[in-house]
């Protein structure tokens, strides 16, 4: 199961756009999961001092992938933190997608930590959950 | 013709395939025939290169806009447009209030433009050094009182921490309190607040006697996940499912033991135990139900409320009860108050908790096993909700008046459950000695028959009487959800301690009177005196010497019985907890370090501190002006101030802590509430747009989760193209000398500040939430638009309103935050040149938003204007501005890059008949950010300007590469294109010679 991500310079020049590639719906999450964390700071400067369980659910993949974004920009401010690392499993019970995620990161500390842009939220614009040839892709436009 | 403009056909290139019309040399229309849809044209104001620069996304964005219902005149976009939210920045559109619309992606995330070991008394029962609160009191309450109505959790309001510049004192009281404070530091006496420098010793000040125990954090272990609802749900999987989904709906699954939630559940569920009864049946209907005074009722039901429930109101009847003991049938009656929940969810989280369903008296049942492995603190608040049902009250042996009885407990059982009645006694024992609290061996005595024959025994756990376990017991545990046992239990905990350093300071004053009296010619009196103790008399001094007294002092008859001294302490203090207390020992300290407050959002104003009663402390502001000449020599020192003054960056939060409520009063009121709390003056009010206060916020229209976003963010930068930045005004970049002399600048050098923020994720989240919400009502409306962003909904409308009301709320916040940190920058100012802000000249030459609806009315009637990128422009003799700007037009400032400079500029009468009164904000991106830092190294990039004079402190060396010069517009060809349009007229060129950056 793999996934990739690149940022995408044309679309946003005043923000930060990212497109997610996977192998499957779960891996989209993992790769959308990962450029988010990393537009925000550096994970490898960042400790494992603090968790968060989550868990969401939802019928559709693209609005519990939103949503699930949004909660990352959400605890970056409510928790005053940044992200080490996040396990998360994409389940499927009959028509409604399970997220479970483990948060892990370090209240923001610039003297130790490479701190990166300060997102201010996901936004909608040109945003999407597309499968095709059996690859999902997902495009998301931060503003910060 | 399509892609090109009508002048200039040939050499012009656009980014569209729309038809472009030139109107003048700084004005391009789209006309309303280019797209389906559009109610009026586009326009957007540009020369022709910088229409040519402009992206694909503002013509597309600005036609969409011409889209919307209710739309007046033109979609607009200045020559700063470029690529939004739904809106281009630099967009502007007016919408009729009765017919058009309010969108979000009209408003933008960003709102505004322009920049100790004192221990507090929690209302969970522990006690916190108060600098612990500093960065971890959202949300906290602490116990407050009332001096003569009651004691109530109030929210803390704010956070301070500054240093001394008064005395500080240490003061002493004759029941051994001890509180550190400086001088000026108010306490409650009789007279009311009153400032520590002026009690004097013999004073009486209040204090609350109950204290707690410390606080420790729980674990975050998941307690109950869905799983484990499933084993004991005795209703059907479908009654199941709805109670887990009212269970994650409030959060409340997976439970971590670190959930705030836990503490209030824990409370319920020790009362419960006691004076409540819980039913869920087979059908998996649910009842719980919780009797008592009716005022401790409603404490009850706000908890409830608070962790997302709701009880019954309080009703109230009157009962007959008749039962059968050893002493024969005892008959009364009485008025029973009781609440009711109806919820299983609840119902079913409180039994996987380990409340007991059904008859207590019947069942085995132990105390809920999870709380072994929490601080003492959750454990206090689960003994105390259960003694506040079961324990029996202070009072007095009867006929005695000075000692108290032992505090018992009582718990019935069939014979069949008395074994587990036992266990959990015991455990109950065990928790006590934690607190320090000893208690005697179980009793048990055969109590009743019931009426099917069996026998209930009544189980006694008794609670040592000795007056120091006592004092533990009431002043550590106390008693839940029952005032007057905790009112009794703190007037008896005090009078114990008071009786306490009586019975020492006489046991102390035997010795020194025997010593005393080796030496020959002491008298009688003379040792009395010096011993000088109010509870030591000459006959108490005979005794001592002649009557064998070494041992078993006691307290004298002039020492108050209890019911005596209930009257006495508490006179003036109603039945809240506290009692006077007198000062006897007053002492100046040296103190190092700094000293903190809290303001609390009561009316009284008030906490408790090391069981003091004690107010807040005053503010106190600082501003500056200087010319580069007295600036350069500094500037890297300045530089850095600021930098450590401002928080910027990612996560960044400001010294000022604010809760809910406190949120609540900033939204509100905006940079007003600053003004009251200290942070400026108030002649700043007079120079923001709408006197930094926009009517019409409501908070309750503000979602929890932008309330928590935004709550400790008050007084910061955030990052990206936010900033604070050091600027110098030279006299040939002055361009109207006339009006720059009248708005304050005055050239020759001057230094200004500049701030560029605004009210950061709290302003996001709040269009991000309606966003929402207007996806749906479009629907209902019948609304459809080009792109998701522009989600909107009648501006009449419900949906409307509501955010028009959130969306004030976030105006008014980012007001507040440039207001606060106006204040950090005249402290550094202040600090670094050694003279005050008002010295130094340090006023404000305004404050005005750029992402904003505002209902204004031109001659099209009343609109909803909106800026999304841009800025207003109202021209001179507006009704709206202040009087100060009545000849001049109303100032705009222009940021442009960090390495080029910005502008200060004035609306005129021609953007009031052209552009709804609207003009640009800022010279806009041309290139993407990681093009930018492609480009260049942050750390060159600082070098680079440092070696043009310019200093850079900045949080990400990333974001810092994002922001240079080259990634944005020239921003004087922008300004140039407003200015020839007429829309607004330049006034001065600012150059920056010094940036702090997020």
Redesign the interface.
């Known amino acids: 199961m793999t996934y990739t991500y690149r940022?995408l310079?044309?679309?946003?020049?005043?923000?930060?756009a990212f497109e997610v590639e996977g192998d499957s719906v779960e891996d989209l999450f993992r790769g959308a999961t990962e450029a988010l964390i990393e537009a925000?700071?550096n994970p490898a400067t960042v400790e494992g001092t603090w968790?968060r369980?989550i868990?969401r659910?939802d019928t559709d993949a693209s609005t519990l992938l939103f949503d699930w974004l949004?909660d990352l920009?959400?605890w970056?401010?409510?928790a005053?933190?940044?992200y080490r690392e996040v396990q998360l499993r994409l389940s499927r019970r009959l028509d409604e997608w399970e997220l479970q995620a483990r948060l892990s990161g370090a209240?923001?500390d610039?003297s130790t930590q490479?701190?990166?842009?300060?997102v201010?939220?996901v936004?909608?614009?040109l945003?999407g959950l597309t499968e095709a040839g059996g690859r999902w892709r997902v495009r998301v436009?931060l503003?910060? | 013709m399509r892609g090109e403009s009508q002048a200039q056909a040939v050499e012009m290139k656009l980014n569209t395939d729309m038809n472009v019309e030139r109107i003048t040399d700084q004005i391009w229309e789209i006309p309303a025939t280019e797209k389906p849809g559009m109610l009026v044209s586009a326009r957007i104001y540009a020369t022709s290169t910088i229409l040519q620069s402009m992206d694909s996304g503002v013509f597309d964005q600005v036609t969409n806009v011409a889209c919307l219902p209710g739309i007046r005149r033109y979609a607009l976009c200045m020559p700063d447009g470029h690529w939004g939210y739904g809106f281009p920045i630099g967009g502007v559109a007016a919408f009729d209030v009765s017919s058009g619309v309010i969108s979000p992606g009209g408003v933008g995330y960003d709102v505004n433009c322009l920049a100790g070991d004192a221990h507090v008394l929690h209302e969970l029962g522990y006690w916190r050094p108060i600098r612990s609160f500093d960065g971890a009191w959202r949300g906290e309450r602490v116990v407050c009182v009332n001096p003569a109505h009651a004691v109530r959790n109030a929210e803390i309001g704010a956070f301070l921490l500054k240093t001394a510049t008064t005395p500080v004192f240490r003061v002493i009281t004759e029941s051994g309190r001890q509180i550190v404070a400086s001088a000026d530091h108010p306490f409650l006496t009789k007279h009311g607040m009153t400032p520590l420098n002026a009690l004097q010793l013999g004073d009486e000040v209040s204090v609350y006697p109950f204290e707690g125990v410390d606080y420790e954090p729980p674990s975050t272990r998941v307690l109950l996940t869905e799983r484990d609802l499933a084993g004991i749900y005795p209703g059907t999987r479908n009654g199941l499912a709805q109670a887990v989904k009212a269970l994650r709906q409030r959060e409340l699954l997976p439970l971590q033991l670190d959930h705030p939630a836990l503490p209030f559940l824990t409370k319920l569920m020790g009362f419960v135990q006691g004076d409540g009864c819980l039913q869920l049946d087979d059908g998996g209907r649910a009842q719980i139900g919780m009797y008592g005074d009716p005022d401790d009722l409603e404490s009850i039901r706000e908890d409830v409320r608070r962790i997302g429930f709701m009880a019954s109101r309080v009703y109230r009847r009157e009962r007959e009860h008749e039962i059968h003991t050893r002493y024969g049938r005892k008959r009364f009656r009485h008025i029973e108050s009781s609440v009711h929940i109806r919820s299983s969810a609840l119902a079913l989280l409180l039994v996987a908790l380990g409340t007991t369903k059904g008859s207590k008296a019947s069942q085995d049942f132990e105390v809920p096993v999870w709380l072994h492995e929490t601080p003492l603190w959750m454990r206090r608040l689960y003994l105390a909700s259960f003694f506040g049902a079961e324990l029996s009250s202070p009072a007095t042996v009867t006929g005695h008046g000075y000692n108290f009885s032992a505090p018992t407990l009582s718990l019935n059982k069939r014979a069949q459950a008395v074994g587990s009645g036992r266990r959990f006694l015991r455990q109950i024992q065990e928790w006590l000695r934690d607190f320090g609290v000893e208690s005697a061996p179980l009793n048990e005595t055969e109590d009743s028959r019931n009426k099917d024959g069996s026998t209930s025994i009544r189980l006694r756990l008794q609670i040592s009487s000795e007056p120091d376990n006592l004092v533990k017991l009431w002043s550590r545990i106390g008693y839940g959800y029952n005032r007057r046992k905790q009112y009794l239990a703190n007037v008896a905990a005090q009078y114990l301690r008071l009786k306490n350093t009586v019975i020492s300071e006489r046991a102390a004053s035997v010795k020194t009177t025997v010593v005393m009296k080796q030496t020959p010619g002491t008298t009688l009196r003379s040792i009395t005196h010096a011993i000088g103790s109010p509870y030591v008399n000459t006959r108490f001094v005979a005794r001592s010497l002649w009557g064998g007294r070494l041992t078993d002092v006691r307290i004298g008859t002039e020492f108050s019985r209890f019911a005596e001294f209930v009257t006495e302490k508490t006179n003036g203090l109603g039945v809240t907890g506290q009692v006077w207390d007198r000062i006897i020992h007053k002492e100046p300290v040296a103190h190092v370090g700094p000293v903190y407050d809290v303001h609390v959002l009561d009316d009284h104003h008030n906490f408790i501190a090391d069981g003091f009663v004690v107010s807040n402390c005053g503010m106190r502001l600082i501003r500056t002006e200087l010319t580069l000449k007295d600036v350069q020599p500094r500037l890297e020192r300045l530089m850095t101030e600021l930098f450590r003054k401002v928080p910027a960056g990612v996560g960044a939060s400001g010294f000022v802590r604010l809760n809910r409520a406190a949120l609540d009063a900033v939204m509100t009121k905006g940079a007003r509430w600053c003004i009251e709390q200290g942070y400026g003056w108030h002649g700043d009010l007079g120079r923001i747009e709408e006197g930094g206060c926009i009517t019409g916020a409501d908070p309750e229209k503000v979602s929890d989760h932008a309330v928590s976003r935004g709550i400790n963010q008050l007084g910061t930068l955030g990052s990206g193209n936010h900033y604070l930045e050091v600027q110098v005004v030279s006299d040939d970049r002055i361009f109207d000398r006339e009006t720059a002399a009248a708005l304050g600048i005055i050239g020759h050098d001057q230094i200004v500040v500049m701030v560029h923020c605004g009210s950061r994720g709290f302003g996001h989240q709040v269009a991000t939430d309606y966003l929402k919400v207007f996806e749906k009502a479009m629907r209902r409306y019948g609304i459809a638009v080009k792109d998701q962003q522009l989600a909107c909904a009648p501006f009449r409308s419900p949906e409307g309103q509501d955010y028009f009301a959130a969306m004030n709320c976030a105006a008014n916040t980012a007001f507040a935050n440039r207001q606060v940190i106006t204040h950090q920058i005249r402290e550094a100012f202040a600090s670094v040149f050694g003279r005050s802000a008002e010295e130094l000249g340090m006023e404000l030459v305004y404050d005005v938003a750029h992402n904003i609806a505002k209902v204004e009315r031109y001659q099209d009637g009343e609109v909803v204007v909106h800026r999304k990128g841009s800025t207003r422009a109202f021209g001179p003799g507006s009704p709206d501005l202040p009087e100060v700007f009545q000849q001049t037009g109303q100032p705009v400032i222009c940021g442009g890059s960090m390495e080029t400079g910005s502008y200060l500029l004035v609306g005129t009468e021609r953007a009031m008949q052209e552009t709804f009164g609207s003009t640009m904000h800022g010279s806009g991106r041309t290139m993407s950010r990681a093009q930018a830092k492609r480009s260049v190294r942050g750390e060159q990039l600082q070098h680079q300007m440092k070696l043009r004079g310019i200093v850079v402190k900045a949080v990400s060396m990333s974001g810092l590469a994002e922001e240079a010069g080259f990634a944005y517009k020239n921003i004087s060809e922008v300004v140039d294109t407003v200015d020839r349009a007429g829309i607004t007229k330049k006034v001065a060129e600012l150059r920056p010679i010094g940036n702090i950056k997020g």
């Open positions: 940022v310079e044309d679309i946003a020049i005043a923000d930060v925000m700071a968790e369980i868990r659910m949004s920009v959400y970056k401010d409510a005053g933190v940044v209240p923001v610039p490479e701190l990166r842009a300060d201010k939220g936004t909608k614009h945003y436009v503003d910060v």
